[in-house]
């Protein structure tokens, strides 16, 4: 049964109101004013509450997750995500800071694929290559937001890419919706059709510091995955399926960030000048598997990492350096933060051994993925 407050927030939401006020503890979604776009266009700053007092905040630019608190051993909830206190701090440009990325989420080799005997040709952002949709990716659009009437507070985003939007074939219907479960797991489902074929590759790009400050170092991951995809100087996969086991890419048990991180003999370290890979999960069914752990020691805050796709992009943040200043003047230094992107395989319209990424008119492209929290003493 619905909750009242939930309706209640809901219908307030619904009516147009700008500013209501959910009370503490009260499961339910409100909406705010998230500033103006430079373009003048206005962006929403949605908060889901569940009944526990987990919240998650949402703008419907760039879908992005702005803030998502978790109770610690003691039940005191933080923000445990990047990002900025401002519409324009993300306009300014932001590494994907907890954002919807699409339509092509990681690497696409020198921006080019071939489709059906067609050529195309992408934006090359990134080292040469096309990385994470393209200029003006799904993170850089505004969505169109509806919250769903249900147990749960949930926000459905909706966008329509063009054909031909950052060179890619087809319109592409996409819908994400975002349901902040009553069992302290954020759940987002992923959904799109196209009118012609193109390749879609879904994903969020959060990025995680389970203490709420200082790096991530001594995070402890597990990674259900006996195999990663070994890549190029370039951060392109090589196409191999290399076993973990003896290398510093074993996560398959309870594994410190920081312990084998910097070890530079390692040739994928260097070239991903830390953990910049996707692991390809021992699991390869399409079903809702765990894919990966992570455990704060001091916080006690577990994150668990469900997902429906056969791989997950771990990135420890080795871009970030010092440049950037997020929210509450946080100034984010390397490894403050790190990424679980679950996704298809990189540059997989390239490889014809990797899982596909195609999507033709009449299929419905559909993934799902849970972060779930909780704490252990
Ligand atoms: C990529 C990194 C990149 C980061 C932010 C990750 O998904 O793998 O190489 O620096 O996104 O742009």
Redesign the pocket.
Known sequence: MKTLPFLLATLLVVSGCNSTKMNEQQAGIEKTSFGKLTDGREADLYTLRNETGMEAKITNYGGIIVSLTAPDKNGTFSDITLGMDSLSGYEKGV??FGALIGRYG?RIAKGKFTLDGKAYTLATN?MGNH??GGLKGFDKVLWTATPVEGEEPALKLAYTAKDGEEGYPGNLNVEVTYTLQKDNALRIDYKATTDKPTVVNLTN?AYFNLAGQGDILSHEVTLNADRFLPVNET?IPTGELKPVAGTPFDFTTSTVVGKRINDSSDVQIKYGLGY?HAWVLTDSSKTSKLAATVYEPTTGRVMEVFTTEPAI?F?TG??LDGTLTGKGGVVYQKRTGL?L?TEHYPDSPNQPNFPTSTLRPGETYQTSTIYKFSTRK
Do not use: G, K, M, S
């Open positions: 590494p994907y990681n990134n990385l994470h790009h951060l910049d992009q990135y080795n871009f990424c992107e």
